[in-house]
Each structure stands twice: as C-alpha cells, then as structure tokens.
C-alpha cells in the first residue's frame, strides 16, 4: 500500500466518523423533543414522525444523492425544491430509505447516471417525468413589473 492510499482511506474513515457522530447527535435531539414538538417537525417536512426518524438516520447517505442525480441528467436541482416542494419533499423521503444507495454511490461516481434509472432507483419513473421539458420549466422571475 503507498502512502496516497493510506491517506485516502485515512480521510474516508474521518469523514464517516464525522456523519456517524452527527447522525448521533441527530437523533439525539429527536429523542429529546416532546411529542408534540417531533409531530410539529414531521408535519413542517410532509412525513410522519417514523419518517422523521429514518431521514435524521440518513442525513448524510442516500438523500444527499439525489441532488448529485439530478444534476446529472441536467436537472436542477435547487429549482425542483423551489419551485416543487412537495415532489422534492417525496423524491427526498424515497432516496433516504434506499437499499441501493452504495450502488448508486458507485454509478454516480463514475457518472453513470442511468444504470440506477433503469436498474435499481425506486424515483427513476418521477426523475425521468422531471426531465420533459427542462427547459419550458424556469423559475418565474418576479422582480419584473407587468408592462
């Protein structure tokens, strides 16, 4: 093994003791909050409390690769929970509890975006309706007056 490999894998386990300790923490708080509190959050966000759970237990794994999928089909990602929350809010809640997020890891990595739409991602069949007509889909501009 050379040392640039060592280091790698040195840097990997620091950034996965990281989320794992704020994974912890995460659901520390949740646990800490009164029932009603937790029933409030979830409902800010459009999930159960179960659900809550399982998003906080997943902060940093599979959702965070749903902007990165987007991205590269060409899809904005930001737009989409702007302009669709409640989509964003699904596609979200679906990515965090995926089987296949290493395998998705692995594709995105390579930039193999469609290996996941076609084989395993459970928002393949929504991501691909999102990709219709990218460009007839902006973002209203309300800083202009009406003229």
Same mark, same amino acid.
Not at 101 to 106: H, L
């Given at each position: 093994?050379?040392?640039?490999?060592? +280091?790698?894998?040195?840097?990997?386990?620091?950034?996965?003791?990281? @989320? +794992?300790l704020?994974r912890? @923490? %995460?659901?520390?708080?949740?646990?800490?909050?009164?029932?009603?509190?937790?029933?409030?959050? /979830?409902?800010? !966000?459009g !999930?159960?409390?179960?659900?809550? &759970?399982? =998003?906080? @237990? &997943?902060?940093?794994?599979? +959702?965070?690769?749903?902007?990165?999928? =987007?991205?590269? =089909?060409?899809?904005?990602?930001? &737009?989409?929970? #702007?302009?669709?929350?409640?989509?964003?809010?699904e =596609?979200?809640?679906?990515?965090?509890?995926? #089987? /296949? +997020? #290493?395998?998705?890891?692995?594709?995105?990595? @390579?930039?193999d975006?469609?290996a996941? #739409? !076609?084989? &395993?991602?459970?928002?393949?069949?929504?991501?691909?309706a999102?990709?219709?007509?990218?460009?007839?889909?902006?973002?209203?501009? %309300?800083?202009?007056? %009406?003229?």
């Amino acid at each position: 093994m050379n040392e640039e490999h060592v +280091s790698g894998f040195i840097e990997r386990l620091r950034r996965s003791w990281r @989320r +794992s300790l704020h994974r912890r @923490r %995460t659901l520390d708080e949740l646990a800490a909050c009164p029932p009603s509190e937790l029933k409030r959050m /979830a409902a800010d !966000v459009g !999930v159960s409390g179960e659900e809550l &759970y399982r =998003l906080a @237990r &997943y902060a940093d794994g599979p +959702s965070e690769l749903l902007p990165q999928r =987007l991205e590269l =089909l060409g899809i904005d990602a930001e &737009y989409v929970r #702007q302009a669709m929350p409640t989509t964003f809010r699904e =596609l979200a809640r679906v990515c965090a509890a995926c #089987q /296949a +997020s #290493q395998r998705c890891r692995r594709d995105l990595a @390579r930039g193999d975006v469609q290996a996941g #739409q !076609v084989n &395993y991602c459970l928002n393949g069949l929504t991501i691909d309706a999102l990709t219709l007509n990218t460009d007839d889909r902006k973002i209203p501009d %309300t800083t202009r007056g %009406t003229a």
